[in-house]
């Protein structure tokens, strides 16, 4: 058992984190939340020069072949810096779906592009009924020639209005269960009868509605096989789920971080506030908070990475991190006072993901029913 | 409006304080945790004499014709104390249903046995399926010539094995709905064919399973109408419910008292504890909970009171108290600190009274489910 | 024990409820969200005053109503649920109109009640400082005396409606080598003075409701003052003497209960109503019993000061209590409504118009505001149960 991490991984974090101090420094994470695209070009392009968009491809296609637990230690660093725009659509919810289900030539057209720095990607997979089962997935995909007509409203799609490629998940078939019937097709982001809307959201994250009004995709864009994109997208969601967590546990250390250095400096009744009691309690609660989580995540993110059956894992990380986020940067919060309700004031950078990340991939309810289910019950 | 209690019911509180102060101090209140029959006859005597189990019965059958209301505050004071014994299952789940659904005849025979102390009343209702729905009601009633023969096992019933009479309720119906077919009986404890065998339970009350195996009742013994019972059951669900909640407030009042006094004691680091800011917090919390647990109880018990229809009000104070009771008397501990784990300390005796009262008449998710449905969901 | 309101309150109730029916309308609602001016409304005010309600509980000498207590317990609990704009009146009515009832002079009671309950002066109060919040007596900004005025120069900050109001009552330290509570006083400033700049603060939500004010070299004449030079911070201590129940906070969380079972009746997942869900039935359950508990604590602290008593710790604890259900309630809401709880106003997939992620942010804010939580705590132990002083 080793439950450190390597020499190379604590490498790529303190360099990540030292190039995103510089590089993504909060008035720039602040100026995206407002911004319409939501990303600067300058930065993506310097983070593929890192080669961070290809650090968990293989080296055949263009990438680094490092591990998802690496990959994991980046997105941890990213969440710190509440690094905005499209890495985490583009490589974790895209990167990986081709990279399980594409063809040989797909793999070999897409991947090196993406790690290049080249193509920004965007996954379709919630609809308003805003869930993550089969049976949410109603956009109907309809063959007509060598193509296929897709139709339908997708919802929540990060970074759909700048992706070059969506790749949209589609009923084709209502087969006897709801798993059944589903495929996954890429689609050209530019593609005729996509009209994409921003969503207003909370964290000021690019989410968007997309609507396919009889688009357009050749049958070779197909991603993996007819009808059986269930299975795809199940493991997807595992992966994403970690990956997420990975992020969640980056902005819960950076907020505790933030509220234990206020608590040092901040002087009312004669002395530093975190030379009270409650506050040193409040503090004692967030430390446990963001220990447990990182635990618990990088269990998680160790299993994904070995190809382990890692289900209950990153359902017991995500139904834990949900609510431990929250809880940490509700506690920052009342450590900050009214400074940290200010927008200027980063406190609420971390709260507003915190809050964002809650229901994404599902909910610490969902999670727990999943969990409940591995238990036999 | 008036939120204050009368100036009767003031004096009552007070000398009941005071009588149960000098006549069952905690010493007792032990030695009847171990004993078999679980109360003393001779304070039960003086109890009969200061005219406590005659309390709401009208004057024409020997009582003092007060209200629930008066009751409730009397009970306050009995779980405040913490008093064993057979004074709840027999005036609340005795007196008061013959009090609404007796025959004259029956209220004639019974009620002034019950004021002078001569009698012990229990009712059974919950079964091995411990939930206090009609549904959980199984034990059979059958009509035979001028009797009806009871059949099955009754489990949670508290004081059986000392009580006079046992109000036993059975299914006479199978029919279109559980509530549908519920009789309830006055039985005599003594009858042949009832088997009794008490539980060792938490709180040590002395609950009992009642086996029926054959048990002949008299038709005259029936309590209320012939398949109708269950709105009775209802009804005195509801005044056991804010009576229990009544009891619960005293407790936890008393655990709060005890936990503020010890603070202010124990010393530590050259001061109270109750200086530092941590036992402080808990002391506030626990202040909110008992106070907004009185105030609701309160507004509850007075629409039980007034005959009002409070079914939610019920079911919200119940599932408040529940967890404030059992918060209050587990940070009660926690600031005690190891003494108050030891079996001789009395915040034990209060914190396993908690536990035992979360269940009775339904936990909180019983009653969070009443509130929902009233609330239309 | 006697839960009912007598008749004529509750005829008031139903006439204060028919009003607020007719006037805070969604639409009106809407409108004061476009100008960013959420809970100020110089219109609805000046009509509470024309009803004679803005100051109801006041005494009839001072331009009041005379009403009891239960009576504004009745009237905040109906502005509470309709969750009516309260801002352009609350400092007035609440805190700087009592303080000058009880302190100030008779000159200072004929220039500046009137305007306060013809809802016509709006308030804002001068208190925080950057080094001053929980920790409020150790307040920097200084006023010295020249002949017949003092010159005030500090910063203030966190101060609600500074961009909007026309007066400010502040404190202001008189004597720094006094013992730090007793060298404070209190004044009287006029928004429009020289010297005084405004700048805003944009909170979390995007909203500019507070502001830092600076002052330099302020000039306010000696009459400005209230009560004696350096008597400041008790004279501050009278403005707990309004109705304190809090009661607008369970209220407002019942209307927003409601909001939500009525969203989770008619929301289907997947075909099922999200009011079938078991976990979602539990959590709104919960959250009526809150509510209820709330009400009746709220009702406690009216209780006792109708009867003429200092709700010394209830009054507290209403506050905390109600702070913490609001990000508890509105928290659920957002947990329930999933992935559309992130949703803010003005988008058309946005439940309830977005307000249920707003209202948490602002939630936040609440649990802060008049006296943090934690302060909060400590007063409830200390004053209430008689713990020793840390």
């Not at chain 1, 991490?5 to 100026?31: G, N, Y």
């Not at chain 1, 290049?116 to 009924?129: F, H």
């Not at chain 3, 400082?129 to 120069?153: H, K, M």
């Not at chain 3, 906070?249 to 989770?264: A, D, F, I, N």
Request: charged residues 25%.
């Amino acid at each position: 058992m080793d439950l450190g991490f390597t020499e190379e991984q604590e490498m790529l974090r303190t360099t990540a984190r030292d190039f995103l101090e510089k590089e993504c420094p909060k008035s720039l994470v602040k100026e995206m939340a407002e911004d319409e695209k939501g990303y600067t070009p300058e930065l993506w392009r310097k983070m593929a020069e890192l080669g961070w968009m290809g650090l968990a491809f293989p080296e055949e296609y263009g990438g680094m072949g490092m591990s998802f637990i690496d990959l994991a230690v980046l997105l941890e660093e990213m969440g710190r810096a509440c690094l905005p725009g499209p890495f985490f659509s583009t490589v974790v919810l895209c990167g990986f779906t081709i990279l399980e289900a594409g063809n040989e030539e797909q793999k070999r057209e897409f991947l090196p592009k993406i790690a290049n720095g080249d193509l920004i990607l965007a996954l379709a997979l919630t609809e308003p009924s805003a869930r993550y089962d089969p049976a949410s997935i109603q956009i109907k995909a309809v063959p007509k020639g060598d193509d296929y007509l897709i139709s339908g409203t997708k919802l929540f799609v990060e970074n759909a209005h700048i992706a070059d490629y969506i790749i949209c998940v589609t009923r084709t078939k209502n087969g006897a269960s709801p798993e059944e019937g589903i495929t996954i097709f890429l689609v050209d982001g530019g593609s005729a009868g996509i009209s994409t809307t921003l969503l207003k959201t909370i964290a000021g994250d690019k989410q968007c509605e997309v609507i396919f009004d009889n688009v357009r995709v050749p049958k070779k864009n197909m991603l993996g096989e007819l009808n059986k994109g269930w299975g795809v997208v199940e493991k997807l969601l595992e992966k994403a789920t970690a990956a997420l967590c990975a992020q969640m546990v980056g902005g819960a250390q950076a907020a505790l971080d933030m509220s234990i250095a206020y608590a040092k400096e901040r002087v009312q009744f004669g002395r530093p506030i975190g030379s009270f009691q409650a506050i040193q309690h409040y503090c004692a609660n967030m430390v446990t908070d963001v220990d447990g989580s990182k635990y618990v995540t990088y269990e998680a993110a160790w299993k994904v990475s070995n190809g382990l059956p890692a289900t209950m894992e990153v359902s017991m990380a995500k139904a834990w991190v949900s609510e431990a986020y929250r809880r940490v940067t509700l506690l920052g919060h009342q450590i900050h006072g009214s400074i940290g309700f200010c927008m200027d004031h980063d406190m609420p950078l971390y709260f507003k993901r915190a809050k964002a990340a809650e229901p994404t991939f599902g909910d610490a309810d969902w999670h727990r029913e999943v969990v409940a289910k591995q238990l036999g019950l | 409006m008036n939120l204050d209690f009368t100036e009767e019911q003031e004096m009552l509180r007070t000398s009941a304080r005071d009588f149960l102060t000098t006549e069952c101090p905690k010493t007792l209140v032990r030695e009847l945790e171990e004993s078999e029959k679980g109360y003393s006859p001779e304070l039960w005597k003086k109890m009969a004499e200061l005219g406590w189990m005659g309390l709401v019965i009208p004057d024409k059958y020997d009582g003092m014709g007060m209200q629930f209301m008066d009751l409730a505050v009397l009970l306050e004071e009995m779980g405040r104390n913490i008093l064993p014994g057979p004074f709840f299952s027999t005036v609340v789940l005795g007196a008061l249903p013959i009090l609404s659904a007796g025959s004259e005849e029956q209220k004639k025979e019974i009620l002034p046995k019950i004021a002078g102390g001569k009698a012990i009343l229990t009712m059974a209702l919950t079964e091995p399926s411990a939930t206090y729905e009609a549904s959980g009601v199984h034990t059979k009633a059958v009509a035979r010539g001028n009797s009806f023969i009871l059949n099955g096992t009754k489990l949670f019933v508290e004081n059986a094995h000392i009580a006079d009479y046992i109000i036993c309720v059975t299914r006479t119906k199978d029919g279109a709905s559980p509530e549908e077919g519920i009789t309830l009986f006055l039985v005599d404890a003594k009858s042949p064919g009832i088997k009794c065998a008490v539980i060792p339970t938490i709180a040590l009350d002395k609950q009992c399973e009642v086996v029926f195996e054959n048990v002949s009742v008299p038709k005259k013994n029936m309590l209320g109408e012939l398949d109708k019972g269950w709105p009775l059951v209802a009804r005195t669900l509801e005044q056991a419910t804010m009576a229990k909640c009544a009891e619960m407030i005293g407790g936890a009042q008393a655990a709060l008292d005890m936990t503020v006094a010890y603070a202010k004691e124990r010393v530590q680091y050259g001061r109270p504890i109750g200086a530092f800011q941590a036992i402080q917090f808990y002391l506030s919390d626990m202040w909110m909970k008992v106070t907004m647990s009185k105030n609701i109880t309160y507004e509850a018990v007075w629409m039980v009171s007034e005959g009002l229809p409070c079914t939610e009000k019920v079911a919200i104070a119940k599932g408040w108290v529940n967890d404030a009771y059992k918060f209050v008397t587990e940070r009660g501990v926690q600031v005690h600190g190891a003494i108050g784990t030891t079996r001789d300390h009395d915040m034990g005796l209060y914190y396993r009274r908690a536990w035992a009262a979360d269940q009775t008449f339904g936990n909180t998710d019983f009653q969070r489910e009443v509130v929902a449905r009233q609330m239309g969901l | 024990m006697d839960f009912r309101f007598a008749e004529e309150e509750e005829r008031f109730r139903e006439e204060v409820r028919a009003f607020l029916k007719k006037e805070v309308t969604e639409e009106f609602l809407m409108g004061l969200e476009d100008r960013g001016e959420l809970d100020f409304s110089r219109e609805f005010t000046k009509k509470l005053a024309e009803k004679g309600w803005l100051a109801m509980a006041w005494p009839k000498e001072y331009g009041g109503g005379g009403a009891t207590m239960m009576e504004q317990l009745i009237f905040n609990e109906e502005i509470g649920y309709f969750q009516a704009p309260t801002g352009a009146h609350r400092q007035g009515i609440n805190l700087i109109g009592p303080t000058i009832i009880a302190h100030g002079t008779e000159e200072q009671k004929r220039r500046h009640l009137r305007g306060i309950t013809a809802g016509e002066v709006v308030w804002c109060q001068g208190f925080s400082e950057p080094n001053a919040g929980s920790d409020l007596a150790s307040l920097q900004c200084r006023a010295v005396e020249e002949g017949d005025d003092y010159l005030i120069t500090g910063q203030k900050v966190w101060t609600t409606n500074a961009h909007r109001a026309d007066w400010c009552h502040l404190l202001a330290r008189t004597d720094p080598e006094a013992p730090k509570h007793r060298g404070i006083s209190y004044f009287l400033v006029d928004m429009k003075s020289p010297g005084i700049t405004v700048r805003p603060l944009i909170n979390m939500v995007a909203a500019h409701d507070f502001n830092e004010v600076f002052l330099d070299n302020v000039r306010v004449p000696k009459e400005n003052m209230v009560g004696d030079k350096n008597q400041g911070w008790y004279v501050s201590q009278v403005t707990l003497a309004g109705e304190r129940s809090q009661i607008g906070l369970p209220s407002s969380c019942k209307r927003t209960l409601e909001g939500l079972v009525e969203y989770v009746k008619e929301t289907k997942r997947n075909g099922e109503p999200l009011a079938h869900n078991p976990i979602v039935r539990r959590k709104l359950a919960e959250m009526a019993v809150e509510i209820e508990v709330n009400r009746m604590i709220a009702y406690r602290v009216a209780w006792m000061q109708h009867k003429g008593l200092i709700p010394m710790v209830a009054a507290p604890a209403s506050k905390l209590f109600g702070s913490e259900l609001l990000q508890r309630l509105t928290g659920i809401g957002m947990e329930i409504m999933g992935l559309y709880g992130q949703l803010e106003l003005g988008s058309k997939w946005a439940p309830l118009r977005g307000a249920m992620a707003r209202m948490h942010m602002y939630s936040l804010g609440i649990a802060i505001a008049m006296g943090t939580n934690e302060i909060m705590r400590n007063i409830l132990a200390i004053r209430g149960l008689g713990l020793p002083r840390a």
